[in-house]
């Protein structure tokens, strides 16, 4: 069965860098797309970053552009984020979610690939790792 288990969380003060994992089991993570979300209280759950598995093409929220960067490791089954600049914006329990795209070409991957931040797409989710940001 499919399980997907966060981990790397932690405190971290403004300017700091963070890194965190997910690892995946009972899929194959090559044929799906990975994405990081992230909650705070009383907030909306937003997208922060997701790569799609045809040429590992990845995009951002506007919000950690230039900051985050998503990576993932096919042999060892394990998506990581990391995180740099850190802001106290970015405290949230962040979640990693999974779907499979192996449906998905190269042109539909090039024209709508960026979609890939909205959490009903996901059928796969994590626990989630709590992130606090804090000096």
């Known amino acids: 069965q499919v399980q997907l288990v966060e981990s790397g969380g932690g405190l971290v003060q403004p300017g700091g860098s963070l890194r965190l994992s997910c690892k995946v089991s009972g899929l194959t993570l090559y044929y799906y797309t990975i994405a990081w979300f992230r909650q705070a209280p009383g907030k909306e759950r937003e997208g922060v970053s997701c790569?799609?598995?045809?040429?590992?093409?990845?995009y951002y929220a506007d919000s950690v552009k230039g900051r985050f960067t998503i990576s993932k490791d096919n042999d060892k089954k394990t998506i990581y984020l990391q995180m740099d600049d850190m802001e106290p914006d970015d405290q949230a329990v962040y979640y990693c979610?999974?779907?499979?795209?192996?449906?998905?070409?190269?042109?539909?991957?090039?024209?709508?690939?960026?979609?890939?931040?909205?959490?009903?797409?996901?059928?796969?989710w994590g626990q989630g790792t709590q992130v606090t940001v804090s000096s």
């Open positions: 979610a999974a779907e499979s795209t192996a449906w998905m070409n190269a042109e539909y991957t090039a024209e709508y690939g960026g979609n890939c931040l909205t959490s009903n797409e996901y059928k796969y």
């Open positions: 790569i799609r598995h045809y040429d590992d093409p990845t």
